[in-house]
């Protein structure tokens, strides 16, 4: 008896299981990917949050450590500025520490957070307001740190705020 195998009904379907399989293959390694970007993303998002809430709570400890210049932490009419008398530990008056954390701050948020700006207020709504406009409605007795950043690079700034009372 001639046992050879009937190779005719048999053609092509091991190739198309491979193809099926690598389609299936290709399509779980997509979704992957899209699942590691997706935790990049939000990896990236947390981490500028937390940067953000580093960032206010130093002007805050900042302010505290200053009381007698706290009312110099408001930084809505003037830019504060880098005081050179503030680079040793005598000669550095309350106002002109103000200033020098002030623009500490402001060049740590720069380097912190993409497009990263703020503001040190008195506000009774900490909540509102953009870099452009500011929202600091100088009434109450809390002072409100604003910060924002530009995440996306595409103009739409995130925020993070708190307030502390000195």
Request: glycine share 10%; with cysteine; charged share 15%.
């Amino acid at each position: 008896m001639n046992q050879s195998l009937n190779i005719k009904g048999n053609r092509g379907t091991t190739l198309i299981e491979i193809l099926v399989t690598v389609i299936v293959f290709s399509i779980g390694l997509l979704g992957i990917i899209g699942m590691q970007t997706l935790g990049l993303r939000n990896n990236t998002t947390a981490y500028n949050r937390s940067q953000a809430t580093i960032l206010a709570y130093d002007i805050a400890d900042r302010a505290r450590a200053n009381l007698p210049g706290a009312a110099y932490y408001d930084f809505t009419s003037t830019t504060p500025s880098a005081q050179s008398s503030c680079s040793t530990t005598s000669g550095c008056s309350n106002q002109n520490m103000a200033k020098n954390d002030g623009h500490e701050w402001l060049q740590s948020l720069a380097q912190g957070l993409p497009d990263g700006q703020g503001v040190v207020c008195i506000d009774s709504t900490p909540d509102d307001g953009t870099p452009a406009a500011m929202a600091c409605d100088g009434s109450g007795s809390v002072y409100a740190i604003k910060v924002w950043w530009d995440e996306e690079k595409d103009g739409n700034y995130k925020m993070f705020y708190t307030d502390f009372k000195i």
